[in-house]
Every structure is written in structure tokens, then in C-alpha cells.
């Protein structure tokens, strides 16, 4: 795929911003990746490019007392989405289970990754919370499901962005982990198998379609969706709170992060 004026692909435009924001912003760039359908792996024809990456500043930017930017924000068209979190945000969000984060994390679409974001990412399994994740995901799905697939004429790829959290419910539920990004891979583990055959007709039909087109609403995956969201909703009110509250193995890192770098 071209992009405007550039003659590469676009893989290597990534790149190619990847390093503007490491020289313009004087960052260095620890881990970028792929978020959103295409690593999801349910990407229509003109879906974009939705690049998200975590950064660190040199340690004289978090001595200053001054309240301090944590995030860039580069790039925003129709096909590139591109910004990124500070790696102090970072680590405080996998403090918190952010569930968005396990994502980027783990997307089978990198870009870029250094042995520092390794250390970080093996650290971070200790602070995943079953209960926080699966009300992110519950939520995910109960609230996209209300917005777009309630009408009779539905977007199919909107029934993606409701079964894909509620699969990740059940994958957690099973594996006690973080769910994999790709889809697939989450319908291959944990989606009931009389399910299966309607899953993958709608993946027929939405490879064919572009973002805006819509089809009839599917009865047999709206009530599943239903049930699903019954389901989990119950289930995750009785989950005991696991998060782990501790913060001194991210903020030693992060001291000596700062202090060899």
C-alpha cells in the first residue's frame, strides 16, 4: 500500500515516523506495535494504521517540577493513527491492569521492540488482574453492542468489536491471563463450537465489505451476545478483587531504568 508522496510500503513509512518522533521529540522509542482491527485481525479494506508506542525521555525531563506531558501525539489521517504513552504512564496503567496496554504488549503486529520493553513486559505479569480485565472487556462489549448492533441493519464489523471482548471474558476466565490479540486465535480457544459456523460466515462477509457498509442484523449472534454479556456480568461482580496494589517492584525499575539509561 502507498501512502500520499511516500514510495515505500507502508510498514516502512511506520518506520520511517518512528524515527521523526525519536529525533524531533528526543524520546527514546521502547516498543511499537500494531493496535486496533488490523491486529485484531479483522481489518476491513480501508481500515488504517493505528501504531502505538511507548517511549522514555532522558532523566533530567522527570526531575523537573513542572507538571509534565506523558503522551505524544503524532499523527492522525485517514490512514495513519499514530501516538504513544511515556513509559512512567505506562508503567503506572500496568499498575492498574490496564487491559489496552496488555494489548499493545502483546500484538502479533511489532514494529519495534528493545530488550528493555522485554524486561518490562515479563515484570508486568505480575500486576494482571483477572477481575479489572474482564470488566474492561465486559464493558467493551456491553457498551458497542447498545451502540451499534441493536438497529436492523447493522454494521458486521461492529459484531467484531462485541464478540472479541466477550471471548476475551472467557479466555480469562479459562487461562487466567491476558487473552491474545488476534481473534482468531481466541474464537480457535474458547468460542463454542455450534457458534463457530456463524462466526465464520460473518468473517466471509466482512472481508468483503468496507467500514461504512451494513447487512441485516444476525439473530443467532445478537442472542448470543445477550447471554454472554447476562453471563458475564454476574460472573464478574462475584470475581475476588485481584489486583496487586504494591508498587515497589515498578518503581525500582523505573529508578534504575532511568538511572542506566
Known sequence: MKYKDFEGTIEELVQKK????????????????????????????DSDYDVRFVYVRPMEYYLRL??????IEWELDE???INGWDLSKALQHFHKSNAVLYEWSNSPIVYHITEE???IKDLSKGYFSCKAASYHYYGTANKNYLEYLTDDMVKYKKYFYVLRPILACKWIEKRQSPP?????ELAEEVLEDEMKPFVEKLVQAKTKMNEAEK?????????????????YKQKICQM?????????ALDEYFAAFLKNN
Do not use: C, M
Open 18 to 45: 518512528l524515527q521523526e518522533i525519536s529525533e524531533k521529540e528526543r524520546v527514546k522509542i521502547l516498543h511499537a506495535v500494531e493496535s486496533g482491527s488490523r491486529a485484531w485481525g479483522f481489518d476491513s479494506p
Open 66 to 71: 513542572e507538571p509534565k506531558k506523558d503522551f
Open 79 to 81: 490512514v495513519l493513527d
Open 117 to 119: 520493553w522485554t524486561q
Open 180 to 184: 491474545p490479540v488476534l481473534f482468531q
Open 215 to 231: 447487512g441485516k442484523r444476525i439473530e443467532k449472534l445478537n442472542n448470543y451476545i445477550v447471554e454472554s454479556l447476562w453471563e
Open 240 to 248: 475476588k478483587d485481584d489486583r496487586n496494589t504494591d508498587w515497589k
